[in-house]
């Protein structure tokens, strides 16, 4: 029996970093030499008092179901978060506890969209966004940036861009930015957002990010900008970042509580609940002081620099300075203009480098910049130190006759 596959499933395609991630695993698993520059994910350990929470939720027998919401002390513990770093007053009822940030944005956008709906993501863009705005069979809609603009959108531009839509419904805003590192200041955030309540745009705002911002700069949230703002903005965000947990699956949703409860509502359907020792580890990153996250950040931001200096020293590459996150997304579109290799895309070169040079690098073509690879400097700076070395290898191999 062949049963046919629906359409919604059809459109999907794996996920690039992910399927980098696991052939460089694949490959380190046969014993081959390989650095890796795919993960989206700190390579430091979840700090102890977070594991020793789990630890003692366990102690307690806490595994059981949970609230599909998430359980009270950590919605509670997640709205004195948006109190104190942010300014943001919400709710526990505001609140969403969710495996993940993606799977919070998912419940959004599930909750939200209907088919035809049109939703605005910035170029470049988190490799999901279109796909997860696809699976609600609603529209997604470029808007590119450039190197020249550090890879950020303008009022401008968005005013624009929606007078030539037909049904817009939702923008989706990554600050701090994956894969460009772009970081949006208050007053570019506040006048995007006087666009979006002219225009009835519900604005996403993906902040997985906050806490990984150099230079002294800050984070500020699109929906601290005014009330009549955060009641049309939903936050994304979680604890896979900041705290080193990518593999305990926590993220959340705030926003109004219509979208809350529908969101809710489709939750309860499909996960249920988050997993139960999860929750409480997560309580303890939200309440316990400790300077974790900092050191993290000071490290990324040493790795940072010594990256991005020796990618802009290999002719022909041109790689702005990340404010955020922990990612360098270099220009390479003159390497595709005449090689020996017939070369002409970044999805060929970074299979290029990952046989010959054994280094493994996420193509732009994931994020919707094809003239673009993205290096993740969540790794070791001996491992930046020879992967740079290995990339710029295999750039000059390719244009020498």
């Known amino acids: 029996m062949q049963v046919k596959i629906s359409k919604r499933a059809q459109i999907l395609k794996p996920s690039p970093t992910l399927s980098v991630t696991a052939l460089a695993k694949r490959m380190a698993a046969q014993g081959i030499d390989i650095i890796s520059f795919g993960a989206g994910e700190p390579d430091f350990a979840t700090p102890d008092y977070i594991k020793n929470a789990a630890h003692q939720a366990l102690d307690q027998n806490f595994t059981y179901y949970t609230a599909a919401a998430g359980i009270p002390e950590l919605r509670q513990a997640i709205a004195q ?82 007078a030539q839509l037909h049904h817009p419904k939702a923008l989706i805003l990554n600050s701090p930015n994956n894969p460009s590192g772009a970081v949006y200041a208050k007053e570019e955030l506040v006048a995007i957002g006087e666009v979006c309540a002219r225009h009835n745009i519900l604005i996403i705002s993906d902040e997985i990010y906050e806490k990984l911002i150099y230079d002294d700069r800050l984070h500020y949230s699109i929906a601290q900008i005014s009330p009549e703002i955060q009641a049309r903005t939903v936050i994304i965000n979680g604890v896979s970042k900041a705290y080193a947990m990518t593999g305990w699956r926590l993220g959340w949703s705030a926003g109004p509580s219509s979208i809350i409860k529908s969101a809710l509502l489709i939750q309860e359907h499909t996960l249920s609940c988050v997993n139960s020792i999860t929750q409480k580890a997560a309580v303890a990153a939200y309440t316990t002081n400790d300077d974790s996250i900092e050191k993290m950040s000071q490290e990324f931001a040493r790795r940072r620099d010594y990256l991005v200096t020796a990618l802009n020293q290999i002719p022909h590459v041109t790689c702005p300075l990340p404010a955020g996150a922990f990612y360098a997304f270099p220009n390479i579109a003159y390497y595709f203009e005449d090689n020996n290799r017939g070369i002409n895309n970044s999805i060929q070169l970074c299979e290029y480098l990952l046989q010959e040079f054994k280094v493994a690098l996420v193509p732009g073509a994931a994020f919707g910049a094809d003239e673009y690879v993205r290096f993740s400097y969540a790794t070791s700076i001996e491992n930046i130190i020879e992967g740079v070395k290995r990339f710029a290898r295999g750039l000059k191999a390719l244009i020498e006759a």
């Open 81 to 162: 978060k948006l109190l104190k770093d942010n300014n943001l007053t919400y709710s526990p009822d505001e609140i969403l506890v969710s495996a993940g940030a993606k799977a919070a944005l998912a419940n959004v956008l599930l909750a939200v969209l209907d088919a035809g709906d049109e939703v605005l993501i910035p170029v470049p863009y988190w490799v999901s966004y279109p796909a997860l705005v696809e699976l609600c069979e609603a529209v997604p809609v470029y808007m590119p940036t450039s190197i020249e603009n550090n890879f950020k959108i303008t009022a401008a531009q968005l005013e624009t861009t929606l």
